[in-house]
């Protein structure tokens, strides 16, 4: 099975604050995804990744950056957090683009 | 731009009960569509992917329809349980500016009642 897993559960950071969301797939996958969940609002993706150090914006990519220096990690940044960053963030990761999307458990952040 | 429904938006039934989801898209140029169980408070499991070329996918009491050319799945639970209770999610995989993303919908919120 594919394990995809996001290191905080719950985070709470002030405003101002660089965050660091963490990602890690074990199953060698090449594209790796981060969007954020918001009620009324669904899924929107933030970047995603095709390959080590390549990196795409998404649909919403505003107030965020990314990293991928190892296949297998790929790092969510805020760069000064915002209250408007306040919800749930989720990392997916897929074999290709014709195979399913593996989700972890999400980190709810909370910026006070 | 690709728009995703999801009707409805919620859903209460007694166990026992087989019951249809519904997703429409707009724009019929997708590589596949997933269906994803969400619980609360959780991350998205896999349930079914179809290829653009299929017409349908089974899993256990899952079943899942796609017609590409109507903009329309359809997935089917048979025999509904309680652990069945969740909000289901589909999503199209297409070519964009964003690369081969996702675009989800809003979600089903299913409870079954014992």
């Known amino acids: 099975d594919v394990k995809v897993t996001q290191s905080s559960r719950y985070l709470v950071k002030r405003t101002g604050e660089k965050v660091f969301l963490e990602c890690v797939q074990d199953?060698?996958?090449?594209?790796m995804f981060w969007y954020r969940q918001d009620p009324g609002l669904g899924l929107r993706l933030i970047y995603f990744s095709y390959d080590v150090k390549m990196k795409e914006k998404g649909d919403i990519p505003e107030g965020y950056s990314v990293s991928r220096e190892k296949k297998e990690r790929f790092s969510l940044i805020l760069e000064s957090a915002s209250t408007n960053q306040t919800s749930m963030y989720l990392c997916?990761?897929?074999?290709?683009?014709?195979?399913?999307?593996?989700f972890g458990d999400g980190t709810r952040l909370s910026i006070l | 731009k690709q728009e995703v429904t999801q009707i409805p938006a919620a859903l209460s039934v007694p166990e026992g009960e087989n019951l249809v989801l519904n997703c429409s898209f707009t724009d019929s140029a997708i590589y596949n569509l997933q269906w994803f169980r969400q619980d609360p408070g959780k991350g998205l499991t896999s349930l079914l992917l179809i290829q653009s070329s299929q017409r349908e996918q089974t899993s256990g009491r899952l079943n899942a329809s796609l017609d590409k050319s109507s903009g329309r799945s359809t997935l089917y639970i048979a025999a509904s349980q309680p652990g069945d209770s969740a909000t289901y999610l589909c999503a199209v995989r297409r070519w964009s500016n964003s690369g081969y993303a996702l675009n989800f919908g809003k979600g089903t919120s299913l409870l079954v009642t014992p």
């Open positions: 199953m060698d996958h090449e594209n």
């Open positions: 997916a990761s897929s074999e290709t683009e014709f195979r399913p999307q593996h």
